[in-house]
């Protein structure tokens, strides 16, 4: 079977309030990810743009499907972003083009912010009659409900949130990019943060944005590409689903989420195990999430990510430099796709000062509503 | 939207739903049990999530049970929720052997630093503004 590689990554600006159209800041951000590859749309056969409302959730709480049964449609919440890339790949390694762009626009800041978006959800009856007349009825409500479970079971603390906002904002500072790029924050600003949704404050709380990531991804051998010595090899991929996928309150395990049921496919595809990844991008929609898929990934025992991350293990330098780029706390939130140009950058050692040194594998987690999940593994050179 | 809009709305979009939903307040909590297996189903789903079968029947069901998890709200998620904050939401798991969890609001004098997962809680049934039914729980000793 051919190998997949990421050929190029753009981005347009993230900004609170981009004045352009969806398709323009698309347009952008895929003409920018070409050029990476030494392409141009005329090498693009296929093209995956993230979005969509098939509620593949629905049909596998009605059916009983498995947990990690394929879709081709990226699913509508946080983890569309990384399973764009792995339905490129389905389309590449089925031969049906060589080249495919998976691509995310959103005014995410000035047009359609989280509190109408969430309509987009599955489940929509048990949201609007079961949760809706309650109040819950936003992500940082339902996630803070599962974060407050771990802290109660397992003891994870404030300050374990508290090291993830801080160690992503620190990133940040080394990112001209980000949004809050020249904005540091002490922990006494986290402290002083309003209160959300207990345990949830503002700064724990990802950023909304507006702007473009588009990722090209080839079948084609890298000596037949222009810039084909900087392919990054998508290494494996995989995405699932939690029991109860459509639901979070009857869930039998809160903390079995889809990213428990794909990362040790994802291990055993790409023959390698969480201690040979030199830097990680977790989805960092709240603090505590990448706590909850640092767990699930592999990367430390269950009920042990408090401790790994007050360890330092986070920050540039530490066991497992995460989301160097900000994340979505402070880089921006473009569901998550900007995790892959982060990996891509960093396997390719054009991190500039926020370079892990020799990083040769990266790992991408997504997360979407309720605990979807997916991660994939990226190889720089030399890693097949 | 008042009571018979939101029932109304049910039985349109979720008829699982709607028989569970009664605004009777003196009605038991019921939910559907499946025929078939017998196990107890929440949310409502169109097949049995143990053995696909479609038939169900309601069932009574006990609203005591303890904290699953909890959150406190304080910054109105949208609008319409801004007169209610700060307020609290519980899932409860309801005692044995029905083993499914409600989510529900707490009854505001209950709020206290003391809240934590496991406390034992029963449920009653109020009504909101609108009249629209909702589970209440209250902290019990």
């Known amino acids: 079977m051919s190998s997949i590689s990421i050929a190029g990554v753009g981005s347009s600006a993230f900004t609170r309030a981009s004045g352009r159209s969806v398709p323009a800041l698309a347009r952008e951000a895929t003409l920018l990810a070409l050029a990476d590859a030494g392409m141009s749309p005329a090498d693009l056969g296929a093209v995956v743009p993230v979005g969509g409302s098939l509620f593949t959730e629905d049909v596998v709480a009605g059916l009983g499907l498995r947990d990690d049964v394929l879709d081709v449609l990226p699913p509508p919440g946080g983890n569309g972003g990384l399973n764009s890339v792995g339905a490129a790949e389905l389309i590449l390694r089925a031969g049906a083009a060589d080249v495919a762009v998976a691509v995310f626009a959103r005014n995410g800041r000035s047009a359609s912010r989280i509190g109408r978006r969430v309509s987009d959800l599955p489940g929509q009856q048990f949201r609007e009659f079961l949760e809706r007349p309650y109040g819950w009825v936003a992500p940082a ?89 900087r392919d990054v090899r998508l290494l494996a991929f995989s995405s699932a689903r939690p029991q109860s996928a459509d639901d979070l309150t009857n869930r039998e395990d809160w903390f079995r989420i889809g990213l428990t049921t794909a990362a040790p496919a994802v291990y055993e595809r790409a023959g390698i195990g969480p201690a040979d990844v030199d830097t990680a991008m977790i989805y960092d929609c709240f603090t505590f999430e990448v706590l909850h898929q640092l767990e699930e990934a592999g990367f430390c025992p269950r009920g042990e990510a408090g401790a790994f991350v007050l360890s330092g293990a986070l920050r540039l330098g530490g066991r497992l430099p995460t989301n160097t780029h900000g994340g979505l706390l402070s880089e921006g939130h473009l569901l998550g796709l900007s995790h892959v140009v982060e990996a891509v950058r960093q396997v390719r050692g054009e991190a500039g000062d926020r370079q892990v040194p020799h990083a040769r594998v990266a790992a991408v987690t997504g997360w979407g509503d309720w605990g979807d999940g997916s991660m994939a593994l990226f190889g720089g050179r030399g890693v097949e | 939207m008042n009571a018979e809009e939101h029932m109304s709305r049910a039985q349109l979009l979720a008829p699982e739903l709607a028989p569970h939903l009664d605004g009777s307040d003196a009605a038991p909590l019921a939910v559907p049990r499946c025929v078939a297996c017998g196990t107890h189903q929440w949310p409502p789903r169109p097949s049995c999530a143990v053995c696909r079968s479609t038939e169900f029947v309601s069932t009574p069901v006990d609203p005591v049970g303890t904290i699953y998890s909890w959150t406190t709200t304080h910054r109105a998620p949208t609008p319409e929720f801004a007169h209610l904050v700060p307020y609290t939401i519980v899932v409860v798991a309801l005692d044995e052997p029905h083993r499914i969890r409600l989510l529900g609001r707490l009854a505001p004098t209950n709020e206290a630093p003391s809240l934590r997962v496991g406390l034992r809680v029963q449920g009653t049934r109020e009504r909101s503004a609108e009249g629209v039914p909702l589970l209440v729980w209250n902290i019990i000793a």
């Not at chain 1, 801080?166 to 006494?188: C, S």
Request: hydrophobic share 40%.
């Open chain 1, 141 to 229: 409500q339902w996630y803070a409900m599962i974060a407050q479970r771990h802290m109660a079971l397992h003891g994870t603390s404030t300050d374990a949130l508290a090291e993830v906002a801080l160690t992503m904002r620190a990133h940040a500072q080394l990112n001209p990019h980000a949004m809050m790029f020249g904005k540091p924050m002490t922990r006494e600003h986290y402290d002083a943060s309003p209160m959300v949704s207990d345990p949830y404050r503002l700064f724990d709380c990802c950023l909304e944005t507006d702007g473009a990531v588009a990722v090209v991804l080839t079948s084609r051998d890298r000596r037949s590409n222009p810039a084909g010595e």
